[in-house]
């Protein structure tokens, strides 16, 4: 068992004041959502049984769904939101045709070792998968991909001189802050101000 806190745990602990200022002026219910998600086990399913869920589903999406398509925030709310009661959910085994070539193969030759873990009014939260480090079949992917294989000598060099397996992920920090305060709209949760035509690089 792991002794270690999930920031929602930490938020929930230490940031008392703040909560109910957010519980309060912002998203009421915040601080029951958030306990709910912590004392919550997690859900895990794979993209296929995700995709039949969404196809049962009473609901008129925006965004059709069918086996292949790239999950959507209005799916994935309504799986962690309604199918499942607010748990987290883990979706895991996407297509291969949806994600990025360097994404290990499973031996089904359709789908890849990716994650996604989705929390209720954000959608996804954390993405991540196991890398490729099998030479053959990412040379292979580069060519259905019609990708250049010169432009990624150094990637493919990775893999030629030894490899181990290795898995990576990122925790969108902006979701986070959105998840944890109620704030609606992303932008508000982002730190630096973005306006339009302000870059200066």
């Known amino acids: 068992m792991c002794s270690c806190i999930s920031p929602v745990e930490y938020v929930l602990e230490n940031c008392k004041e703040d909560m109910d200022f957010f519980n309060t002026w912002i998203e009421k219910g915040i601080i029951k959502r958030l306990s709910d998600v912590a004392e919550k086990n997690f859900v895990q399913l794979t993209y296929t049984d995700a995709v039949e869920l969404l196809l049962k589903a009473k609901k008129n999406f925006e965004f059709p769904v069918q086996w292949g398509c790239d999950l959507q925030s209005e799916h994935e709310r309504y799986i962690t939101e309604e199918e499942f009661g607010g748990c987290p959910v883990i979706i895991r085994d996407y297509p291969k045709e949806i994600k990025p070539f360097y994404m290990r193969q499973n031996d089904d030759g359709k789908t890849v070792a990716a994650m996604d873990m989705l929390v209720p009014r954000v959608g996804e939260l954390i993405g991540g998968s196991q890398r490729e480090e099998r030479l053959d ?6 060519d259905e991909l019609k ?9 493919l060099d990775l893999r030629r001189y030894g490899s181990v397996p290795h898995a990576g992920f990122g925790l969108g920090f902006e979701r986070l802050v959105q998840f944890a305060t109620g704030i609606e709209n992303i932008r508000d949760a982002i730190p630096f101000p973005r306006t339009p035509g302000s870059a200066e690089f």
């Open 147 to 155: 990708l250049n294989k010169e432009s990624f000598w150094w990637y």
């Open 137 to 142: 079949y990412l040379e292979e992917r580069l």
